[in-house]
């Protein structure tokens, strides 16, 4: 069955449909944004600084493993049944998540979060990959982006007055009502016909792909801290990763319905946009997870306040995201995947350079360079790829790219925190106050609510936010060099036009 005859029956109906696909990506965007603005509350609430990147790491890791699981159902089974589990249990999540009573419980519920937000994201873009034309697309994705501009603009705000008043725990049950009437949308307009026939579950290639994950965010987010990154221990467990990777890699080459299908990797534009969405996952996860705490720890501004500089960086996403499709018809994709790496250096530049003095304002224009080249490549990835790959493949090309960027976050969330709490614990031992002297990671939990600067006696509160200031420092250095990194990958795009139709040859 061709594009065209599939796309035909949903015509009638693509306006709604395209409405409940929005809002169910406007429940993923608003999870991203106001849980990390929320962040600081809860750990000041919650305690447990040390576990801080385990709350996004926990939730990265399932979304990253079951999204490749999600992409690859959705073509044998069909997109609406395979989002109304993944939506269902990401509910279920987040409502556990808003009854968390320590820290330790918050990470558990965000494991089941994470287990069904792996199918939002990925599906929701491929229904619309099926249902409007090649030339269609490039419009619709900056529709689509459109959701993180207004999510963005929504969700730091809301999240800020949700913890200012009644408590962080509403940032997660706000998902709830959103959730079911996408899901109401979805099971009333979109009418599927789906070849029925005996299908393969990758179940070993999931498990081995949760073995390595698991074993290398361990080590990452504890490398440093009770894991010494050159003890017998480190060795082992990235053998362990290692090995389980390549279990992986030979089992989807060989059995008979991989989660990912290597065959579309062959495409050399398909290849160089996963890479680049590797890093750009590293950079993104960077910035998002920690901007607030240097907000509001460092600079000393509110929860709302610190919302607002990651909300540029998700009105810049957007309003790229439009521009970018009417960039990738005018100058093709190559041009505008350049200038949305150029951006990201530039976002990436002005972080490393930003300063306690500079202010909310300063983080806030570099979150909006940075969200600016995340919309102009973004765009011209997923547009290439749906337009590279027939439908039985398209779930699952889509499913790649977003497991790669996502798997980028899971590894630079764990990374970076693991590199943040070495550096405030280096520190605290340098410093000559014995007060300071025997700190642990903790101590910065003062740092992140007003009534805890001000217990703190004067020398404490500076060496804390010192340390806080050039622990980060360091993050956003990997973050510029990560930035450097995906504009020179860039560079290997092919330089021609919008693949048109079946490049990946069908199975």
Same mark, same amino acid.
């Given at each position: 069955? &061709? +594009?065209s005859e599939k796309n035909k029956p949903q015509h009638k109906y693509r306006p709604f449909i395209l409405a409940s696909v929005m809002l169910a990506m406007f429940v993923g965007a608003i999870e991203a944004t106001i849980v990390s603005t929320a962040m600081p509350s809860i750990a000041a609430d919650l305690g447990g600084f040390d576990l801080y990147s385990w709350v996004f790491s926990s939730y990265l890791l399932m979304s990253t493993v079951t999204v490749l699981i999600y992409g690859k159902l959705s073509d044998l089974y069909g997109r609406k049944p395979v989002m109304t589990f993944g939506m269902s249990l990401f509910l279920i999540g /987040?409502? #556990?998540c808003g009854l968390a009573t320590s820290m330790e419980w918050l990470i558990a519920f965000r494991f089941i979060q994470g287990i069904g937000a792996g199918a939002v994201l990925p599906i929701a873009t491929t229904i619309v990959g099926d249902i409007y034309t090649k030339e269609e697309r490039a419009k619709i994705q900056g529709y689509l982006s459109s959701v993180w501009g207004i999510s963005a603009i929504m969700g730091p705000a809301i *999240? *800020? #007055? %949700? @913890? +200012?008043t009644i408590g962080w725990q509403f940032v997660f049950w706000v998902n709830i009502p959103l959730g079911m009437l996408s899901l109401i949308g979805l099971w009333v307009f979109l009418d599927e016909k789906v070849q029925k026939k005996k299908h393969h579950i990758d179940i070993k290639g999931a498990i081995l792909l949760t073995a390595a994950l698991t074993v290398l965010l361990y080590l990452l987010v504890e490398g440093g801290i009770s894991v010494g990154w050159t003890s017998l221990t480190a060795v082992v467990l990235l053998s362990a990763a290692v090995v389980f990777f390549i279990l992986f890699l030979r089992h989807e080459m060989k059995t008979e319905e991989p989660m990912m299908p290597f065959s579309i990797w062959k495409n050399r534009s398909i290849l160089i946009a996963n890479i680049v969405s590797l890093s750009t996952g590293i950079l993104i996860i960077g910035i998002s997870s920690y901007l607030p705490a240097f907000v509001t720890g460092v600079m000393e501004q509110s929860a709302r306040v610190a919302g607002f500089t990651l909300t540029a960086m998700s009105i810049g996403w957007p309003i790229a995201a439009v521009i970018a499709g009417r960039l990738l018809i005018r100058i093709g994709y190559y041009r505008t995947s350049l200038i949305g790496g150029c951006s990201l250096v530039i *976002?990436?530049? #002005? =972080? @490393? %350079?930003m300063e306690p003095s500079y202010g909310p304002w300063w983080a806030a224009v570099s979150s909006f360079f940075v969200g600016t080249g995340m919309g102009l490549t973004t765009t011209a990835f997923i547009v290439t790829i749906q337009s590279a790959v027939p439908w039985n493949l398209r779930g699952a090309a889509t499913a790649a790219n977003i497991f790669m960027r996502n798997l980028g976050s899971t590894v630079g969330v764990a990374l970076l925190g693991g590199i943040l709490n070495a /550096? %405030? #614990? &280096?520190? =605290?031992? /340098?410093n000559t106050n014995e007060d300071v002297n025997g700190l642990g990671v903790n101590a910065v939990n003062d740092l992140l609510t007003k009534e805890g600067r001000n217990d703190l006696d004067g020398d404490i509160l500076n060496a804390l936010q010192q340390a806080m200031a050039t622990g980060l420092k360091s993050v956003y250095a990997i973050v510029l060099f990560i930035a450097v990194i995906s504009l020179i990958l860039i560079l290997f795009l092919p330089k021609k036009d919008i693949p048109s139709g079946r490049e990946v040859p069908e199975k």
């Open positions: 069955m &061709n +594009d /987040s409502i #556990l *999240g *800020g #007055l %949700l @913890v +200012d *976002g990436a530049v #002005l =972080f @490393v %350079l /550096s %405030l #614990l &280096n520190s =605290f031992r /340098s």
